[in-house]
């Protein structure tokens, strides 16, 4: 999973020419839902497809996630009948996932699957999840939860036999950061994905952590921060920038943080992470 993945809510028609774009600067990742809602799922397919029609990427080098969107979260388009059971309402929004990103003459796969919310009842919850399991490894290589405080991932964690491979969640003051919840993803080799990082956080943007980075490492503000915040470990952030320079700055400036914190900088590096962390804790 890279350290950054793309994502691409609320891009509209957009979409296509964006995912495309983002695939070319150098994304690796890509995050989308079947929730036409809020995503364009069969936009991001057409990019991503065109990217590997140009030969640039192959389906191998992407990851692909996508979400099973509960009808609390869905409107009239939902990729399912709002009648059908959870199981059948999983399943048809699976199949229609698998279907976009079907490549001609390949099998179709997701990387990851994710309950975009836990369902109305915890034993909703676990259903929903027990149908994803069918479809686990072969045709979707992980499976996570998003929107989802520390017990339901301990509940969901104990009581399935596929393990969350991922936990995405917002990363703001409100709920400290997700310590306690990062924490456990720590513990059990699950990947925390970060939305609303920057969004949430002007002041951590500005914070004199970021400024030394940005400093030492000759990087923009994004660059330096979410350096920091993947220095807190096992996180991979949701960058959904729409500029094209924005793409590039993100994904080089991390590379050159990266080289300046394992060389000249190393010193510098390790008292600013400090310091960013006595900030998240606070």
């Given at each position: 999973?890279?350290?950054l993945?793309?994502?691409t809510?609320?891009k509209?028609d ?6 495309y774009t983002?695939l070319?600067t150098?994304?690796r990742?890509?995050d ?5 809602k809020h995503y364009n799922?069969q936009?991001?397919a ?5 990217a590997?029609?140009e030969?640039f ?5 992407i990851?692909?996630q996508t ?6 979260g869905q ?6 009948e709002?009648?059908a059971?959870v199981a059948?309402?999983v399943?048809?929004?699976v199949?229609?996932?698998?279907k976009n990103?079907?490549?001609?003459g390949q099998?179709?796969?997701l990387d990851s699957?994710?309950l ?11 259903a929903?999840?027990k149908?994803l ?5 072969h045709q979707i ?5 998003s929107?989802?405080?520390l ?13 969350p ?11 400290e950061?997700e310590?306690?919840l990062r ?8 990947k ?7 969004g ?18 000759g ?8 350096a ?5 470990e096992?996180?991979t952030?949701l960058?959904?920038?729409?500029k094209?320079a924005h793409?590039k700055?993100?994904l080089?400036?991390l590379e ?6 394992e060389?000249?900088?190393?010193a510098?590096?390790?008292k ?11």
């Amino acid at each position: 999973m890279p350290k950054l993945v793309y994502g691409t809510a609320w891009k509209k028609d957009a979409t296509a020419n964006l995912v495309y774009t983002a695939l070319k600067t150098g994304f690796r990742g890509i995050d989308t839902a079947a929730q036409p809602k809020h995503y364009n799922e069969q936009g991001v397919a057409a990019g991503f497809k065109k990217a590997v029609s140009e030969g640039f990427v192959k389906r191998a080098d992407i990851f692909i996630q996508t979400k099973f969107t509960p009808p609390s979260g869905q409107n009239e388009n939902a990729p399912y009948e709002f009648s059908a059971s959870v199981a059948d309402k999983v399943h048809q929004s699976v199949q229609s996932s698998l279907k976009n990103f079907t490549i001609d003459g390949q099998d179709a796969y997701l990387d990851s699957v994710v309950l975009h919310s836990p369902l109305d009842t915890l034993d909703d919850t676990i259903a929903a999840w027990k149908t994803l399991e069918g479809y686990h490894p072969h045709q979707i290589r992980n499976l996570g939860i998003s929107n989802a405080t520390l017990g339901i991932v301990e509940a969901l964690h104990s009581r399935v036999t596929v393990k969350p491979a991922v936990v995405q969640n917002r990363f703001y003051p409100d709920t400290e950061y997700e310590a306690g919840l990062r924490a456990f993803c720590k513990e059990h080799d699950i990947k925390f994905q970060s939305f609303w990082t920057i969004g949430a956080n002007p002041h951590l943007v500005k914070s004199q952590p970021v400024v030394d980075v940005m400093q030492g490492a000759g990087v923009d503000a994004v660059s330096a921060y979410y350096a920091l915040v993947i220095g807190l470990e096992g996180i991979t952030i949701l960058d959904g920038t729409t500029k094209e320079a924005h793409m590039k700055e993100d994904l080089e400036g991390l590379e050159r943080v990266g080289i300046w914190a394992e060389g000249d900088g190393e010193a510098t590096w390790k008292k600013a992470l400090g310091s960013f962390k006595q900030i998240i804790e606070s």
